[in-house]
């Protein structure tokens, strides 16, 4: 066997599934999927399936959903309500065996045995298989594929098999399966594609090149047509064939671009490095990847390996490159949101990606500035000033929440998100400011930075209406808790909302000290003035927050109090969501939370919690809430980890890993890589007690007491930091960049380059 076909040999670095269940094929396509934030490939089979084609589906399950995705790649399918959707493009990794004249198909003969492995360390998919087909012949093969880190425009494909039998006629098929579905043809050639979408006018060029070698000598295939290759040729028992495919695959946003000379360039650039080297350029992108995003736990076997998944899609999520698009609440994984983005980027996507890839975190945010106007006329159209971001987006920043879908009954139900849940609009001022703050991304506040957070201010302050009690309420909104719909002054929304008004004063205060020639060119472009600026240092003492003077409490929106109490803790053994089983009504009228809500407000703004608020507000809502969205453990988790309830956070790690890692049909969709995000956040945030916000970089530690140690690195302000935390001490190295000063416990410690600062964890 092919050493390139073997997985890493340390079982941390690597998940497996064996066998296969129609039950359960879908999430493991969706598990692992690879990427590398340009395309998204599912792990469907390549070889023994049928062809993915039938429609509609009433009574039978698919056996399998492959998929091919391109980052951006939107269009308007034909659906009620017409909302934008990420476009499939050709299955490049389907191959078709037929022996004998008999297709090889898992639903015919027998699989002695079938192992799907994700190497995470390379970034690869593996299988490893054996079929036994009706007429006794045994299929022996194994494969890899990869989504290339080095050239994300290309992909590989690597397959050898032998068989059992001499003299067994045999037939290999390769081509670009569906291609072109849902779009229309630009050009087709011989190794060379174009497609063009209908609506939006966006395109996609492939292009590719195969080759089938066997005893070690190449054969020549047959080209019937464009971008399909066959093989015929008569098997010697145990003699393998190795067959070897290159993609390479571009998008052109503009209808005056063609992205085939693009896509023909790439595909000869990758072919004339030979697929070893691509491989080997690939593996070498991830090493560099992991050299700076793996987090080590000693003492924690599954949650090491449940965290390196965690970190492997965010990786594969992510694209530096491309400012134009974002990580959808599945990223490229899966059908569910149609692509959309939401909240999860920059709530729990944006902490990982700014601490170990702050080239990514710019690119994602850079999204959001070049999506301003559309949030801009979001906010006009709904009768407000600054920039309201829609609560679902796709590559124009216009909203994209239906505004009804059809329930189980056939009528339509309202959809209310897209008109209600504001929030989003603080969510990404929080991301941007905490961005630069541990950056120190200069250029990037006075493009785009400064503007997001002054337009964002300006918009809360228009939402934020002052009442005949002297104060400002936000009325008709959706919180983070999604159970309770329409409801005045959520907490979360209210104090995001104050403190995106302070940053956006804090902002205007600073260009104007440091840069008074770019405070005064953005200020006159956005025509905001002194009298304004002095409504919005009023309207931050004004806003109503619903937290209690005297305990702390914060109220999680007026009236919550008021409704009947609930114990979910009666309902835990359900598999269905709470609100599926008491029935919608019954869950407005309760003290039930989906999600992290005044626990997520918690999370970002611990400094609203003094004392032992923080404690009181947690036990509060830790047990009213159900859970029901997969972005609420990991944020229960981080809280409580800094609370020092180990024990607590742990579950929570480990409820958050098991939706993905463990093979459930609801995941079929994708992965869902905000919960991802925020195991990530747990982890280091919460028992690491990492902070880049701040002056200096902080670390407040707080180990369960089974770890041994956790180690990990972070990036600040052009520095590389390498910490180690034990029970007894915190380790901290400089590798790369000027002397700085870090606070561990609070305490200001000097960290020069090159040197080991030793501190007791006590």
């Known amino acids: 066997m092919c050493k390139e076909l073997q997985p890493t040999p340390d079982l941390r670095w690597i998940l497996t599934h064996d066998g296969y269940s129609v039950m359960t094929e879908s999430a493991v396509e969706s598990r692992f999927a690879l990427g590398n934030g340009f395309l998204g490939m599912r792990a469907a089979r390549s070889v023994s399936r049928g062809p993915t084609w039938a429609s509609w589906l009433g009574y039978i399950r698919w056996a399998s959903w492959p998929r091919c995705y391109v980052a951006g790649l939107f269009d308007m399918p034909n659906t009620e309500p017409p909302v934008p959707a990420l476009v499939p493009v050709a299955d490049w990794s389907r191959v078709r065996v037929i022996l004998d004249g008999e297709p090889l198909a898992a639903r015919d003969g027998e699989m002695l045995y079938g192992t799907r492995t994700l190497d995470l360390r390379r970034g690869v998919l593996l299988s490893d298989w054996m079929h036994r087909m009706p007429g006794g012949v045994t299929f022996t093969g194994q494969e890899l594929r990869l989504l290339s880190q080095a050239d994300r425009t290309a992909g590989l494909q690597v397959l050898r098999f032998a068989l059992d039998r001499d003299g067994v006629e045999v037939r290999l098929e390769a081509s670009f399966g569906l291609a072109g579905l849902g779009m229309e043809p630009m050009r087709l050639e011989r190794d060379l594609a174009a497609w063009r979408t209908e609506g939006t006018g966006k395109a996609v060029g492939m292009a590719g090149t195969a080759t089938l070698s066997h005893n070690d000598e190449v054969a020549e295939a047959e080209r019937p047509f464009p971008l399909r290759w066959v093989w015929r040729w008569r098997s010697v028992a145990g003699q393998a064939a190795v067959f070897a495919r290159l993609v390479a695959v571009t998008r052109a946003d503009r209808p005056e671009d063609d992205p085939a000379p693009r896509a023909a360039a790439a595909l000869e650039r990758s072919a004339s490095l030979g697929w070893r080297a691509v491989l080997a350029a690939h593996e070498a992108a991830w090493a560099e990847r992991w050299a700076m995003s793996d987090v080590v736990i000693e003492g924690d076997d599954d949650l090491q390996r449940a965290l390196r998944f965690a970190i492997y899609h965010l990786t594969s999520a992510a694209n530096p490159d491309d400012e134009r698009v974002s990580i959808g609440a599945r990223g490229l994984t899966g059908d569910a949101y149609f692509g959309h983005v939401f909240w999860d980027t920059e709530i729990y996507l944006l902490p990982f990606y700014t601490a170990v890839w702050p080239e990514a975190a710019r690119a994602l945010l850079m999204y959001r500035f070049n999506t301003l106007p559309g949030a801009r006329e979001n906010a006009v159209r709904m009768g407000y000033r600054g920039a309201l971001y829609p609560w679902e987006s796709a590559d124009t920043g216009a909203e994209t929440t239906p505004e009804s879908v059809l329930g189980p009954n056939g009528a339509p139900v309202e959809i209310l998100t897209g008109k209600m849940e504001h929030h989003i609009s603080a969510d990404v001022a929080y991301a941007v400011w905490h961005y630069w703050r541990a950056t120190g991304d200069d250029a990037f506040l006075l493009q785009a930075g400064a503007e997001i957070l002054l337009e964002t201010a300006r918009f809360w302050v228009s939402r934020a209406v002052l009442e005949a009690d002297g ?82 409490l914060y109220e999680q929106f007026a009236g919550f109090h008021e409704l009947a109490l609930l114990d979910v803790a009666d309902y835990a053994d359900h598999a269905l969501p709470i609100d599926v089983v008491i029935g919608r009504e019954r869950t407005r009228g309760s003290q039930v939370v989906k999600q992290a809500d005044v626990v997520a407000l918690m999370a970002l703004l611990p400094e609203e919690f003094p004392g032992s608020s923080a404690e009181t507000n947690f036990r509060h809502y830790e047990p009213r809430c159900a859970h029901g969205s997969s972005l609420s453990a990991a944020m229960h988790a981080l809280v409580a980890a800094r609370l020092g309830h180990a024990e607590l956070a742990l579950r929570d790690m480990r409820e958050t890993a098991s939706l993905d890692l463990d093979p459930d049909p609801n995941s079929a969709g994708g992965v869902r890589i905000a919960g991802l995000g925020g195991l990530w956040q747990a982890v280091v945030r919460g028992f690491g007690g990492l902070t880049l916000a701040g002056e200096r970089l902080e670390i407040d530690p707080r180990l369960p007491p089974e770890w041994k140690s956790l180690s990990f690195r972070t990036r600040w302000r052009d520095r590389t930091v390498a910490i180690r935390i034990t029970p007894e001490a915190v380790e901290v190295r400089l590798l790369a960049g000027e002397r700085m000063e870090i606070g561990i416990r609070g305490a200001a410690m000097p960290l020069e380059e090159h040197k080991v600062l030793r501190a007791s964890a006590a």
């Not at 003492?541 to 209690?548: A, E, F, K, L, M």
């Open 471 to 552: 104060r400002r309420h936000i009325r008709h909104v959706i919180g983070p808790d999604e159970y309770h719909e329409d409801v005045d002054d959520n907490a979360f929304t209210n104090v995001m909302a104050r403190w995106t008004i302070a940053r956006g004063l804090e902002v205007v205060a600073l260009m104007q000290a440091l840069w008074p020639e770019d405070a005064a060119a953005l200020r006159a472009s956005l025509a905001l003035d002194d009298a304004e600026l002095a409504t919005w240092q009023a309207a931050i003492s004004q806003i109503v927050d619903g937290r209690n003077s005297e305990s702390g």
